[in-house]
Structure formats: C-alpha cells, structure tokens
C-alpha cells in the first residue's frame, strides 16, 4: 500500500509538471488517468473493506436502539405498576377510614 501511495504521489507530479507550450502533453494526461485509475482503484478497495464494518456497526446501533426501547417500556411499566399499587393503598386507607368513622358512629348510637 505504502508503494502504491509512492507511486500516485509519482504520478501526480508527473501530471501536474507545466506543460511544454500551451498544451497538455499526451504524457501528461496519460500520467494523470493513471493517478486517477490508482485513486479510484484504492478508493473502492477501502470501501469494500470498511463494509462488513459500516454493517456491523449499524447492526449494533439497530440492537441498541431496540434494547433502550425494550428498556424504556420496562420502565413505563414499572412506573404504571406503582401508580396501581399507591392507587390500591389509597382505596385500602379509605376503606380503613369508612370503618373507623362507621365505629364511631356506632359507638355514639350506643
């Protein structure tokens, strides 16, 4: 790779030398479809290298997503099961207070 990267800096100084005269030599042109072949070239080569990763990581990102997700429902859960819960003692503590005043009432009757 470090020899590749050689020779496209080769290439590309032979591309950009001025020109004799007002043209473009044909070497010129030549050298420059070669650096851009080569660039091309080892651009595709990285991005099919980098795509199992690139997967990989949006897989892990998908999981993650799903696992907060999961997590908060676990959450709303949870905070629906106590609010059900302080309901029922509130309901058990007026039922308890229905008792005591319904004693008081008897015991004044008495």
């Known amino acids: 790779q470090q020899q590749q990267q050689q020779q496209q800096q080769q290439l590309l100084q032979q591309a950009m030398a001025p020109p004799m005269g007002s043209f473009i030599s044909q070497h010129n042109l030549t050298q420059f479809e070669e650096?851009?072949?080569?660039?091309?070239?080892?651009?595709?080569?990285?991005?099919?290298?980098?795509?199992?990763?690139?997967?990989?990581?949006?897989?892990?990102?998908?999981?993650?997503?799903?696992?907060?997700?999961?997590?908060r429902q676990m959450e709303l859960e949870w905070q629906i099961e106590q609010a059900r819960l302080q309901q029922e003692e509130v309901r058990l503590q007026q039922v308890k207070l229905q008792q005591q005043m319904e004693e008081q009432q008897q015991q004044r009757t008495k």
């Open 35 to 71: 650096f851009r072949r080569l660039s091309d070239q080892q651009r595709r080569e990285e991005e099919e290298r980098l795509l199992p990763l690139q997967k990989q990581k949006q897989e892990l990102e998908a999981k993650q997503r799903q696992e907060q997700a999961q997590l």
